[in-house]
């Protein structure tokens, strides 16, 4: 029988972030004196995810040359209870206790709980999946937030097509698009060309939480029960 893994409530990942937000200074003081005085418990064993740290750095370096990036993170659409596991909500408050202690003085200020907190909620729906060679590659490089490409919403039959082109995404018109008629992009990275409708909205609820109710996903479903 599997074993059934429980995901952390709001108040544990609260309580979580808090601990982690008091923790990050008692490390860094505890750092600043001899190994044999350092308290017991300021330090313990962490795993240090390198991917999330990467995340919170790339974050922490953009919020300092972009003061408003944070506010730009809130208002996209924040997923409150993104961690599958409190193992995984570990990862993500010890990879910020561990970046905020080995910041230079200059940053340690832009890295805080909230920003790092609103880095992992916007990108729970909002990130935007890295492949080499183009969506659809096989060989996925990692994962960004783009918070003004995050505003267009999904289509199983986009009329949008986006590509990346170094650091950035060009997004240009797939087909001719009619006068009111909403620009969408996928989000499922090229594969809705070869997924049926149900399997196309199980994926979409369970990675960005909602039921596709696109025109392609419409017409589908309607044949299905018609059939």
């Known amino acids: 029988m599997?074993?059934?893994?429980?995901?952390?409530?709001?108040?544990?990942?609260?309580?979580?972030?808090?601990?982690?937000d008091e923790a990050a200074p008692e490390l860094h003081a505890n750092s600043q004196v001899p190994a044999t005085r350092r308290k017991s418990k300021a330090i313990q064993p962490a795993h240090i995810a390198p991917d999330i740290v990467a995340f919170y750095l790339s974050g922490t370096l953009h919020q300092t040359k972009t003061p408003d990036a944070q506010s730009k993170l809130e208002a996209l659409a924040q997923d409150p209870a993104p961690y599958k596991s409190k193992q995984e909500l570990l990862h993500y408050t010890q990879s910020f206790t561990q970046l905020s202690h080995l910041l230079t003085p200059p940053l340690k200020p832009a890295c805080t709980t909230g920003l790092c907190r609103s880095l992992v909620n916007a990108g729970s729906h909002n990130a935007f999946g890295i492949r080499a060679g183009g969506d659809d590659a096989e060989e996925y490089m990692g994962y960004g937030i783009w918070p003004s490409a995050s505003y267009f919403n999904h289509s199983c039959s986009p009329n949008v097509a986006k590509k990346r082109v170094g650091k950035e995404w060009v997004f240009r018109t797939a087909r001719e698009i009619g006068m009111g008629e909403e620009c969408c992009i996928t989000y499922l990275g090229g594969d809705e060309k070869d997924l049926d409708v149900r399997d196309r909205r199980q994926r979409l609820?369970?990675?960005?939480?909602?039921?596709?109710?696109?025109?392609?996903?419409?017409?589908e479903s309607r044949a299905c029960v018609d059939t």
């Open 2 to 20: 599997a074993e059934t893994i429980e995901s952390p409530s709001i108040d544990a990942i609260d309580r979580a972030w808090q601990q982690a």
């Open 205 to 219: 609820r369970e990675v960005w939480g909602f039921e596709c109710m696109c025109l392609r996903c419409l017409a």
